[in-house]
């Protein structure tokens, strides 16, 4: 399906619009209210609880944004609801509850997390959450299964690849090479059908996300922070997701 204007009409506040010097940490309800009060879309990230909730958090694990250590998925929802964000008043929120603080007043655009083993218990749980709401609501992984998946689970509802050029760092190293230049080259397209692409804007300019564009597919471009990404993302790509800055 055709990705809709409003993917693109503003600028996508990356995890929400925090500033931690001023207490609104990532992907919190304060920073997506902040977002909301300028006017900017929201981009989020979604992990799986014990019980088998879908929680806005960036991490697999507690230990960078709270004062709790260990997995997201070891505890249940009602275990998180009780911990503050490090220096926050913040609690972390379910994907349903961070919507509805939101209210459809701005797009969001869900980020998927995985770990590339099949699981789509997240995915389906997110598919439950925003089934049967008109707000604009978009969802991405770096997951081309869980894109796939996506388009039977959640009909209708934009679906996008995030996606940068190399896979050969950090926690993608793990991954087998011929995947790894599957993902970095977009060869999974034919199969995983997204509506748009998020890529790496460090990345840009690009093959892949040039071609997509040329036959109409959107790009967003993650994470804009300095003016020299800003100008990338004017040239190569269709709006920003930005941090660290107000456009």
Not at 17 to 22: M, P, S
Not at 50 to 64: C, I, K, P, Q, S
Not at 183 to 202: N, Q, Y
């Amino acid at each position: 399906m055709p990705a809709p204007s409003w993917l693109t009409a503003q600028p996508v506040a990356h995890r929400g619009l925090h500033v931690a010097a001023d207490r609104v940490l990532e992907n919190t309800p304060g920073a997506a209210l902040a977002a909301v009060a300028r006017g900017f879309a929201i981009e989020c990230d979604v992990q799986l609880t014990a019980d088998g909730e879908a929680v806005v958090f960036h991490d697999f694990t507690l230990d960078r944004l709270t004062g709790e250590s260990g997995r997201i998925d070891a505890r249940t929802v009602a275990a998180l609801a009780g911990i503050a964000f490090r220096d926050s008043d913040d609690r972390i929120p379910t994907l349903g509850a961070f919507l509805d603080l939101i209210g459809g007043r701005v797009p969001v655009v869900v980020e998927i997390k995985s770990g590339f083993d099949g699981n789509l218990a997240l995915t389906r749980r997110v598919t439950e959450v925003v089934a049967g709401r008109d707000d604009p609501i978009a969802l991405m992984s770096f997951d081309p299964a869980i894109v796939e998946a996506l388009a039977e689970l959640a009909p209708g509802r934009p679906r996008g690849i995030t996606a940068e050029a190399n896979y050969d760092h950090g926690e993608w190293a793990r991954l087998p090479a011929a995947m790894q230049k599957s993902l970095g080259h977009l060869l999974h397209m034919e199969r995983s059908r997204p509506d748009f692409i998020a890529w790496h804007v460090k990345d840009l300019p690009h093959a892949a996300p040039n071609m997509a564009r040329y036959f109409g597919m959107p790009v967003l471009t993650w994470t804009v922070r300095t003016p020299e990404d800003r100008e990338t993302a004017m040239k190569y790509a269709d709006q920003m997701i930005f941090e660290g800055f107000v456009p």
